[in-house]
């Protein structure tokens, strides 16, 4: 068994020509929605997006607020706030919050047609800005804006391929992004929190070792969830506690021998879709 901790990087070329065209695009764009997973509400927030858009209003839309710790993401959403963040909190399963999307971007654009009135000139459409890493409900959340399917979703990182206009709302115009990431991923903690969430490619990753990873950082802060939903108990090794989800959960080959490469896959998949309760992997501590 293989409990070391795998170095993660992962920055393909595309991500590098995104940030490039984010770059170029600025100019056009009067607000930026900034969307993080609320599950991982720091190791989701784009590490050098601050710098590169400069003074741009922005906001911070929270995604899959239904899938995180209520009480430890509120946490971070206070965080950010105390630093001047707008916040905006969307359960993207049923659309809970996303209709106060649009009308905070039309607060944050108010001061500037108001100047367009007073020069006799027409109010404008708003132009608005996507970003985000890879998997984090970009495309769920335009979907939901815009009422319709507006851009194809997939529940894997780098969809979205290209920049493109969409209209969302009869005052705003939103430019999606394609996922990226940063160049060095050197908070490795954070990295394995985004593979564990697929917001980096698993195929580049060693599963067995995310996987032992993930239920390291569960057995810290959700004890209870994995005995319940797995019998695991205290004191038990990693073999152990492989052992008896492979048990729990029907991962056996012939011989009533463990599948244990199936049974990484049941605790990434159990912690992506919920099946482990509410859960939110970052830890407001790592910021002091």
Known sequence: MNENKTNINWYPGHMKKTKDEIKSKLPLVDI????????????????????????KPKILVFTKYDLCDIKKTEEWIKYYEQKGFIVCK?????????QEIIPTCENLFQEENEKR?????????????????????????INRLVGRKATSVGNRPGVTKNIGWIRIHKKV???????????KLEDQEGAHILAILSSIKEEIL????????????LEKEYKTSLQER???????????????IGKKRGALIKGGEVDYEKVYGIILQDIRTGALGRLTLDNIERMH
Do not use: F, H
């Open 32 to 55: 930026i929605l900034e969307v993080i997973d609320a599950r991982m509400p720091y190791s989701s927030k784009i590490k050098d997006m601050d710098t590169l858009i400069q003074n």
């Open 206 to 217: 060693d599963k067995e070792s995310l996987a032992c990873y993930a239920l390291d950082l």
């Open 90 to 98: 969307c359960d993207l399963l049923t659309g809970k919050g996303v």
């Open 173 to 183: 115009e939103l430019l999606d992004t394609p996922g990226i990431l940063w160049p």
């Open 117 to 141: 009135k007073a020069k006799g000139m027409k109010e404008r459409n708003i132009r608005v800005m996507i970003i985000g890493v890879p998997n984090v409900g970009k495309s769920t959340l």
């Open 230 to 244: 797995y019998g695991i108990e205290e004191n038990m090794d990693i073999i152990e506690k492989l052992d008896t």
